[in-house]
């Protein structure tokens, strides 16, 4: 632009020109800073990524050989308060402990020591004829550790620490709780599966020390106790014997019409299913157990839908407690764990079967009643057999089932079930016993369920309502 000399329009202009090269310049730099900021942020949330991950791997680690060992000594525990002739008619659940998210700096053995387990006892003495008439068909206690118990490093491939001598507990009122921390609610949806009644647990008044050992828990259940505590039992395998309190709910009494009835059960009789958020928090909570029980008397090798239980109280089956189930055998012996027949599967045995109950929880039928030439021609067939993945057959049944899978559960849920069902972890060992490959399991199986069962359970951010839960 021509400006003439002396004239003030072109002093103006020139004056314009030049505050709007200096705004250019300006807002460049700021651009410029606030992209390298935003690396910085990505940068620092990767590592961030990383860490947690880390984190998330140790304190799996620690926390499965915690529950391990504790359910185990429960295991043995039961099994040594159990030596009457009528044994055999004892079925034995345990509720799979539901735990919370842990944050970071939170000790792994107080998390684990607060824990309330959950365990009903069916008694079926009319199946054996020989055995004299007892008095109670139904019972339900809450098993609260006393004392830790000690690793067996010889059984546990994952360290743990040991921990202190366990403090004495402080009673007050009708609460008990260790002294070091009185806020034992942590499984909060575990706990209200036994509190139907008054909505809480019935606590001692007085020193624990008062109360006896269980030497006969089938003696026990005959008669009600005057207090709200049986007694204790014990481990006595181990040296030092660890202890657990054995509590009774509110709700716990020969009035109610209970019992359990396992997950083949309600697919064969085909009833409608749970929603969809329930089915999502099965399949997350029997998956996590497969890693902290694994190698314990509760989680069979190839766990499947017979060994998965319920209550079924006053005609409802409650799907928000999952449970397992075992017989304790009345010997002397101490339980160790059987061995492992991956030899005959392409894969991990238990994966494989872990992939096929995920199938059966979402879709809400037998594996068998998923296609109609199959129950007839295989009802007898193991399912790794007419879902083998190397056959043609095989791999058309099973990229059909993963797809109603994906449509029903969502992408996570199908991911999930097929990396159980082709193991596809990339580890050298494919053993539960591996560390590297548990940790496989934990980040492609257990954690995306984890994830889908939050999504599909927590409230939406804006409104009211919730995610749809579907059939």
């Not at 309502?465 to 059939?471: D, E, H, K, L, Y």
Request: proline share 6%; aromatic share 8%.
């Amino acid at each position: 632009m021509e400006v003439k000399e002396g004239s003030v329009v072109g002093k103006r202009a020139l004056l314009k020109i030049a505050a709007n090269a200096v705004n250019i310049s300006q807002h460049e730099d700021a651009v410029n800073k606030i992209a390298d900021a935003n690396r910085k942020l990505e940068m620092l949330l990767a590592g961030n990524l990383r860490n947690e991950t880390l984190r998330k791997r140790t304190f799996g680690g620690k926390l499965s050989g915690l529950l391990q060992t504790v359910t185990r000594s429960i295991y043995n525990a039961l099994r040594l308060s159990l030596p009457c002739g009528c044994a055999q008619s004892h079925s034995v659940h345990l509720g799979l402990p539901v735990l919370p998210l842990i944050g970071k700096g939170q000790d792994v053995e107080r998390t684990v020591r607060k824990l309330d387990f959950h365990v009903t006892f069916a008694n079926e003495p009319q199946r054996f004829r020989d055995q004299s008439h007892t008095t109670w068909a139904w019972e339900e206690v809450l098993l609260r550790m006393l004392e830790l118990p000690r690793e067996n490093k010889r059984k546990q491939p994952v360290h743990v620490r040991p921990t202190p001598k366990a403090k004495r507990l402080n009673l007050s009122k009708r609460r008990v709780g260790f002294a070091e921390d009185a806020t034992p609610r942590l499984q909060d949806l575990t706990l209200q599966a036994a509190n139907h009644g008054e909505g809480e647990l019935i606590r001692p008044e007085g020193d624990l020390a008062e109360f006896p050992q269980l030497s006969n828990l089938c003696e026990s259940f005959n008669r009600k106790p005057q207090s709200a505590i049986y007694g204790y039992i014990a481990d006595g395998s181990a040296n030092p014997s660890p202890k657990f309190g054995v509590y009774y709910p509110t709700s716990s009494d020969n009035s109610d019409p209970c019992l359990t009835v396992s997950l083949s059960s309600l697919l064969d009789q085909s009833p409608r299913p749970p929603p969809l958020s329930w089915r999502h928090r099965i399949a997350a909570v029997v998956a996590a157990s497969l890693l902290h029980l694994h190698g314990t008397p509760w989680i069979p090798s190839k766990l499947a839908s017979k060994d998965v239980y319920f209550i079924r109280r006053h005609g409802k089956v409650e799907y928000d407690q999952v449970f397992v189930t075992t017989k304790p055998e009345n010997s002397s012996a101490v339980y160790d764990g059987g061995g492992d027949d991956s030899a005959s599967y392409d894969g991990n045995p238990s994966l494989h079967a872990l992939g096929v109950l995920l199938m059966e929880v979402m879709l809400w039928k037998s594996i068998y009643d998923f296609w109609d030439d199959v129950k007839s021609k295989y009802s007898h067939t193991p399912a790794h057999v007419f879902l083998n993945i190397r056959s043609d057959n095989g791999f058309r049944r099973t990229s059909s089932v993963l797809e109603r899978i994906g449509f029903s559960g969502g992408q996570a849920y199908r991911d999930a079930v097929e990396h159980c069902i082709k193991c596809d972890l990339r580890c050298d060992f494919e053993s539960l016993d591996n560390e590297e490959f548990r940790d496989a399991v934990y980040h492609y199986v257990v954690a995306p369920l984890q994830d889908a069962a939050r999504i599909a359970t927590v409230p939406m951010i804006s409104g009211k309502g919730r995610f749809a839960c579907t059939a």
